[in-house]
């Protein structure tokens, strides 16, 4: 076959020269074979060759589309990753009712469900915070590496039906096959006594002893509304009004934020059942999972807080997200930003 003739207009291919960039393009893209082998086999230089695809991509003869399922939306996961510095952030699309009314909708789940299956390898320890999106995630996970399980957080309370955090833990314990390690224990206790007490009984004790060893995390992010924080609606009005009053605009297992990130109300930790915001730093991948709008500038405060790496959010929480005021440091920089 011949090649592209040297006068013909830049605008017109010959039918050999058509011919010819469509082997070669069903070579590169289709077959997967390399710019040196297209060479050697149609007797040309690789130079040749690397002008003839780029021609045949402006002439449309080849027409390259980047394809996700229809529920993930590729364009805003990498911006949100990127304004953020994120290791991973995937955008889902928000369900057609009023996001407003469901925060944390069950896609969420299901989607974080197929991440941790990507991250979590053999031997990697799993630590599951208490939330509904976690809760979600467990229930729709499939598979699983062999992998110990370890619960981070006290549940919403012990007294009640709501064991839903122990139930995700023994659910992905399952479904990896490897050991789990459930917490008994309500994730608020009435003084720091009552809650230094339960961490020593034996249970509790050897959870926390997986703390330390815990590869990657889940975790969910409340605001502080009534309703979207499980820890807002535990506490007493003037509990909810005394840390209103330090600025918290988030919570995450029992850690409070501010909206710069800044850790607040550290007293309320000591009463908590729940891993210490330090141990979370150490974890290589803290994954968490959020959404909609009523959580966006919460999701934005605990991401500038550093604890975080990865975010499983929607669109709706993302806009907003993208649309906020100057991009924070990077949340890889793992550095308290308290400076202690």
């Known amino acids: ?80 990753r990127a304004r953020y510095g994120l290791r991973h952030a995937v955008v889902v699309e928000s369900p057609a009712q009023a996001v407003e009314e469901s925060p944390d909708p069950e896609n969420l789940g299901e989607v974080a469900a197929d991440l941790l299956g990507e991250l979590v390898t053999e031997g990697d320890v799993l630590g599951l915070a208490w939330g ?106 003037e509990e909810r009004a005394h840390y209103a009053s330090l600025g918290v605009a988030a919570e995450m297992s029992a850690h409070l934020f501010d909206a710069e990130g800044r850790r607040v109300g550290r007293d309320l930790g000591e009463r908590c059942i729940t891993v210490e915001a330090d141990r979370l730093r150490r974890i290589p991948e803290v994954v968490a999972i959020a959404g909609g709008q009523r959580k966006a500038a919460a999701i934005d405060a605990v991401l500038r807080s550093g604890l975080v790496t990865s975010l499983v959010t929607d669109t709706a929480a993302a806009d907003q997200l993208l649309e906020a005021g100057p991009a924070p440091r990077p949340a890889l920089d793992r550095a308290d930003p308290d400076g202690s």
């Not at 969910?220 to 499980?230: F, K, L, N, R, V």
């Open 1 to 80: 076959m011949t090649g592209m003739s040297a006068g013909r207009p830049a605008l017109r291919m010959g039918p050999a020269e058509l011919v010819q960039a469509a082997a070669m393009a069903r070579r590169f893209y289709l077959e997967g074979k390399s710019k040196i082998q297209i060479a050697e086999e149609f007797g040309v230089s690789r130079f040749k060759v690397a002008r003839v695809l780029e021609t045949a991509l402006e002439r449309d003869l080849v027409r390259i589309e980047i394809r996700v399922p229809a529920e993930l939306d590729a364009e805003r996961s990498d911006r949100l």
């Open 132 to 237: 509904r999106s976690t809760i979600h995630m467990a229930a729709a996970l499939s598979s699983l590496p062999p992998c110990t399980v370890v619960q981070l957080t006290g549940v919403y309370d012990a007294g009640t039906a709501e064991r839903g955090s122990v139930e995700a833990v023994r659910r992905a314990a399952q479904v990896s096959g490897g050991e789990a390690h459930p917490i008994y224990a309500p994730m608020l206790l009435p003084d720091s006594a009552t809650a230094a007490a339960l961490r020593n009984q034996t249970g509790i004790a050897r959870a926390f002893e997986y703390f330390d060893k815990v590869t990657v995390a889940c975790v969910s992010i409340g605001s502080w509304e009534p309703g979207i924080s499980t820890v807002h609606d535990m506490l007493t009005d």
